[in-house]
């Protein structure tokens, strides 16, 4: 049933042996239930939940109980077969157990992996998306999410590859030994305490990679869930002006954007970003840019125009490999720095839970949409619907 | 004669009016030479050499007998009519002595400027093209390169503005109160100390904005002056491997890059850039690389692809405000930081000098042509031809 | 009367002659009132108010109309004698007009003067203390605090230096030709906006030298006007735990700490600083810490035992010269950055005074005493008595 | 013989029971030599070579043939009892097998390891002292080195960890699943490769901490083999002037600083430092000083005072947990930054080794004394005697 004509986790092979063999047995005498269902993506298009064997935990993994899994615009394009899964690109598509934002409770967690991640079964963690070789010269420089040896990341990786739940789509997820979790309030709801990872993309690109510091005007293109917590990152750093840009469709995203502090919205498919900006900031044009939105290639032009003298340009939001026409001496003329914003880390994913679990802002507000697993289509979908926030499936 | 409605020096307009009345009498009575010998640009391709007043300097300025004046890319494009000079973009052309890169020694100095610029009569000194404000917000952050009240800067301004000697092609420059000057070796060279422009540049673009560390990989797009500057600058500051592109009829250029310490040149119209630094680099590509060609588009797409991921790449070309078709998709997926490279700094200035007067390299090699201030044409003419690397005029 | 033998300001000499004879006549004619009050120190201990003739100004300098000149510990000590003013450390003592912290509004202003500095008659402006040379090569890098060449420095430079009025316990202020001046919102009281002052610095140490972050821990050893105005400015950028120390006799000034968003203080006369800091962060020890108490020994040695490794320290406090016993093993063993905080710049008292018009926080708690320029020794002796926090004097 | 009270490596405790039950059989199979020959400090002055089973690699570790272990003063301190090898502090004191600077070829290599790693069997290595968890909040940021959960460091582990073999001066050193290793030249002589460390801790001090840029005045004191490595790097990465001080005993290592690029050299027990950082720098003082001596209060004092306002401290010398009497003011005053130097990282270690394959400086020179296993108490008193610099044993 489980083929392994792809490798086993970095560290610890003997997982996979472990679970081929002697699993059915060992969960009768604990009493526990011995399977797992979990939503698969089997083709673009055909998610299905099926039921997998539960693993069995060595001394250096772990199993998370998923309370919840947010819903990421990467998710609705990997469905439709217009992305693959990461780690996916090379290869013919494979069967994955979707999800790669989970939260939940350590269920079981072998010693060395206690140890190593300082967590205990029982505790409440988030999952970073990915899993990285803790080796390489990127990792030893603290860049791991740019780690190039990085697999069996979560939400990508084929069910052929034991123990087949790494995705958070999934009563159960597998914790390989290399993961990363962060411990988590137990009193946030887990819709919020999912947020999490768009969180953590808010305060890299505002803070880390904008460098957002106290009363800069910043300019955010694209009001998606990203969009709103860069607003809330911006904020809390410090910004005096925020200035958020979304279609005439988002009305209520940017109404919650100003609900979250931002001080003026610019609606993009009616108005000239540019000379808003111009205006608004009476020429002074902002600090930081951050540019978020997927696919379009205009918001790039204004990303640049819109910066001041000097400024930075936060580029997140990617454009399926497409050619824009840029005016590059803008950059030049302007002094700009451009920085292209590739995952999240460890410090911001800490730093945006501090800032979660310090329940400053309501983030409540962003959540709009909760399933169940059986629902993961109709979560997909309610997302891609556009008017919907923050989705979570909850297992 | 010298009309002057367009208004003088910001500290001291006083200058002004001396000019305008009581010159020839001071002069005489001094017994100094009472005329000075200029090349001004009447009109696109006009140069003529002319005889101004000899400026009469009070507290706050003083005049420099002019040793060298480099001759820069942008002379040739200013003389043909294609770039208009900084300073003089929103009015109609006016006739200016040309010449941004001028060296020479302080001949006349006032109390207020000795003390301020810290030199005195007798100094050698290299002279910086702008002319700042002093005051603002981008001056007062040590940004002044970037000051958006710089005016009277050198080679650009009009000889309406009193005392009409703001460029370095004469036998006298003008050094208005905001004026930023650099001591230099006397021992040197006059052709050899003129490099402190272009090698400003390369400073600044290698070191400072490229952040050239020990052992990097450079590569520099672009053979001419400033990029064989940037060669030396980011041996200088320990590249561990420089790469360097030209075109085929740079041949002698790119063999000079060799003897400066540049590992590998590319023949960009003949060998395939990308393809070769991924070689040259057993697939590590560049953490550096800086694109300083003019107007060509291509190199610009070459420069992100051939920085490896997380790399730097430092924009200096400028391209005539086209729109050059980029994948931003890969700034975004190799993290990259794209910097505008908007003028020199102070430091890079003062780091450049001390970098000539290491007599570290053997610097002359840069320098091909020099000519008198009547063979200015001649002069921007032959740096045009392509094959001369740095030029200079001796008045 | 006013006796040269001292050098006039650095722009403009002009001035010191003007005042020294043709004075009241032109005031006479422009029917103003031809003399200023101001609080003059003869001698340590003696403050006396004495008149002036009224500055003319000319097209590079100003005149302030005092509103507000907030009183520094600075001020104390030097009234005490146990300081010398900045820039007469070197000679003999020199009586002088006190107040650096002075705002108010531009009285008149010469055309260049306004052209620099971007304001005109009729604005409301804070001034900055420090009157650089903006030619040396720390102001050309913008760490014009720091100018070697600084005088006519506000609030300490004699009065034999014509016009005499630098200090702003004075009807009226002179501004010369090099001052700083920044635009502050004239809808605020006095008194508040006379906190950029502290709050300028209270923002350069946390958030510029110290770099607070989302959610960091910062500890500030020192609950004075600019250890709250820390606090303010830590919380502003985001930082997720703020701990302050005081002493017994400071409980109002730590209550204010602790509305201001302080989550915790320690009176550091009662209790262990650096066991409770450990405490209070569950062994974490601070991300930031603030040194900035005057002459204190022991707090040094608190700094760098509550800073987390790799945390950053910023000293403030001086100590008289004094040696401090220090374990400097714990700075390479923490491997701690020590930085030292000298002087405030324009980007913190911009950041400041954007922070105090945004009227986020309720400022006008930290001022506590109001008083008439003929007070001004009561004024220093308000905040001497160590429970006033802001104290200043209104002309 | 091997009691296994202390925790066995981080990722893989299989080895301890592997190495304590199976191992001459395998061994006795295998063909190869059954027992490793290692130097184990046994109690403080006392080093005896003793003879261990040969350990078993599994898939997650490695076994290196040391070629040369270089000795460092802390060697030195811990051979006569004066410091406890790290990770040692805590408990009784255990034999251990001491070295931590080794170098030599991959011999054996598990297959998982191999992947990690980069690295295959044959393959010259040069392998870093710390092993770090790869897993907390310090490693996943890139600073390692200070890793709070290292262990099973080399060259301080004791024997009862299995399979004892930790350190560089032995026949064999065990590499654990969690080491870091960097290729290095074949061709290079193995007492010239194993400068990596010493070289590795001058380019993280002199570049990395103390940032020297182009030009920059840099003075080091202390002129032992970190101290020239120190010299090297700043003089690679661009330095103006290098000043180094070392004792009068010193003069041969100051003789070789100089043929090493310093420009000054200093004896610190015949002249002031700080009156000829002065005279040398006309004034102006050091851009950065590293201080790098043992023990000694005064070079720290002398430190801050030859640094320049806003120059950079780096502080290296460890002083056994003395106080220092410290002028905190001067830190304050002059706008210092003091730099802990805590260990080196990854970075550093791959720009070494690039300087050191580079071979621009003839690092031969800084090698004085080889040694062979059986020598090494007579390695550590030659180093102790202070006139060699780089010693190094080979086993």
Redesign the interface.
């Known amino acids: 049933m489980m083929p392994s004509g792809r490798r086993g986790p ?2 610890d ?1 003997r997982v996979v042996e472990a679970a081929s063999t002697s699993l059915p047995g060992l969960l009768r005498l604990a009493g526990m239930a011995d399977t797992v269902r979990a939503a698969v993506q089997a083709a673009p298009g055909v998610i299905e939940v099926r039921e997998f064997p539960r693993p069995v935990v060595g ?2 993994d772990g199993l998370l109980r998923v309370e919840a899994n947010g819903v990421c615009g990467s998710d609705v394009e990997i469905y439709r077969g217009h992305l693959r899964p990461m780690g996916q690109e090379g290869g013919g598509p494979v069967p994955f157990v979707a999800g790669h934002e989970a939260m939940g409770v350590v269920e079981e967690i072998g010693d ?1 992996a206690a ?4 967590v205990r079964a029982g505790d409440r963690v988030a999952v970073e998306i990915i899993v990285p ?12 999410q ?1 780690c ?2 990085r697999r069996y990341n979560h939400g990508a990786t084929g069910i052929d590859v034991a123990p087949s739940l790494w995705g958070g789509l999934a009563e159960y997820m597998y914790l390989s ?1 290399g993961t ?1 979790v962060h411990p988590i309030d137990p009193g946030l709801p887990a819709e919020v305490a999912a947020l999490f990872n768009p969180m953590g993309a808010g ?1 890299r690109w505002a ?1 880390h990679l904008g460098r957002v ?3 800069d005007t910043v300019l955010v293109l694209g009001a998606g869930q990203r969009g709103l917590c860069s607003v809330i ?1 911006a904020r ?3 910004a ?1 002006r925020v200035i958020v840009t979304g279609l005439a469709a988002d009305a209520r995203k940017l109404a919650l954007a100003r609900e979250f502090g931002a001080d003026h919205t610019i609606v993009a498919d009616e108005e000239d970003t540019v000379a808003r900006v111009r205006e608004l900031t009476g020429g002074d044009l902002a600090d930081v840019v951050l540019e978020l939105t997927p696919m379009a290639a205009e918001p ?1 032009t204004d990303a640049l125009l819109s910066a001041r ?2 400024g930075r340009v936060v ?29 999240v ?3 911001a994913y ?2 945006a839970i ?2 979660i679990e ?1 329940r400053r802002f309501a983030l409540e507000k962003l959540h709009t949409h909760s399933f169940g697993l059986e629902e993961t289509v109709k979560a997909i979908e309610t997302l891609a619907g556009g008017t919907a926030i923050h989705v979570s499936v909850h297992p």
Chains 1, 2, 3, 4 share one sequence.
């Open positions: 970095r560290y092979f001394p250096d060395r140890g190593r991640w300082g070789c803790h080796a390489c010269r990127r990792c030893l420089a603290g860049h791991y740019s190039p040896n030994p990363i305060v803070c510091s106290l009363g990152a809390a750093a410090g005096g790039v003298h000097g580029l997140a939001g990617l454009k399926g490999d497409r050619e824009i026409p840029l005016r590059t001496d803008v950059i030049v003329n302007r002094a700009l720095t451009v920085v292209g914003a590739y995952g880390d460890h410090r800490r730093e501090a800032l310090s």
